[in-house]
């Protein structure tokens, strides 16, 4: 299983604890230090809906005023492949290729501990 995301977020950071402490093993991919491509992109989006991780919450979206140039999913895909800080984070791929985007304890006891 990989965690992506970056390692001073404060969610990421949920994840990662939850992992540990339930001794769940896991490789980390941090933005900061290795970049996600437009291709591991579009496999996640064969599984989640654009919208589920293109993150319009964040201060890169804001910065980078991309709400004033009206994208289409093309222009999304790519503009998140530029700037991984517009991917919600944490994603979670499983080794089998699934994918899970956010963090939620209650769901992460589903998932991980039944």
Avoid at 68 to 91: S, V
């Amino acid at each position: 299983m990989t965690i992506y995301g970056i390692k001073t977020c404060s969610t990421v950071g949920k994840a990662r604890k939850f992992m540990k402490t339930n001794d769940i093993a896991f490789d980390f991919v941090d933005y900061k230090v290795e970049s996600v491509d437009e291709d591991k992109i579009r496999e996640w989006l064969k599984q989640v809906e654009l919208d589920l991780i293109f993150n319009t919450r964040g201060t890169k979206y804001k910065d980078l005023k991309l709400k004033a140039l009206n994208l289409n999913d093309e222009e999304k895909i790519a503009w998140m492949a530029k700037e991984n800080y517009l991917l919600k984070r944490p994603i979670i791929e499983y080794d089998n290729g699934k994918v899970h985007v956010g963090y939620n304890e209650e769901e992460y006891q589903k998932i991980f501990l039944a």
